[in-house]
Nanobody
Framework: QVQLVESGGGLVQAGGSLRLSCAAS????????MGWFRQAPGKEREFVAA????????GYVPSVKGRFTISRDNAKNLVYLQMTSLKPEDTAVYFC??????????????????WGQGTQVTVSS
């Protein structure tokens, strides 16, 4: 079992920045690969970024590449999503997710076994 709790969401103006955090518990964090997904109103859940167990491998959806950075601190059981140059289309509920089987979970949501409750990010124009 892995418990995930996101934090750091909020309201920000376009062009601004936010850093999301996801705290994990219940299993050795270094054995879990992590991802961030988001869901906007009326849309399907979308992959945002993923990071491998070691933090050495990562990937992004093209729309956030160069603006968002995923990282993890295995000593603190935390994964982060640093978001810069935010746009109104980034508005969504952001979820962190854990994959307990693979070294790198990738973009397929079905690979992830555990999910947090989500944190709202709203970008105003």
């Amino acid at each position: 079992q892995v418990q995930l709790v996101e934090s750091g969401g909020g309201l920000v103006q376009a062009g601004g920045s936010l850093r999301l955090s996801c705290a994990a518990s219940g299993r050795a964090f270094s054995s879990v690969t992590m991802g961030w997904f988001r869901q906007a109103p009326g849309k399907e859940r979308e992959f945002v970024a993923a990071i491998s167990r070691s933090g050495r491998s990562f990937g992004y959806v093209p729309s956030v590449k160069g603006r968002f950075t995923i990282s993890r601190d295995n000593a603190k059981n935390l994964v982060y999503l640093q978001m810069t140059s935010l746009k109104p289309e980034d508005t969504a509920v952001y979820f962190c997710a854990a994959d307990t089987d693979a070294y790198y979970g990738g973009s397929d949501a079905s690979n992830y076994d555990y999910w947090g409750q989500g944190t709202q990010v709203t970008v105003s124009s």
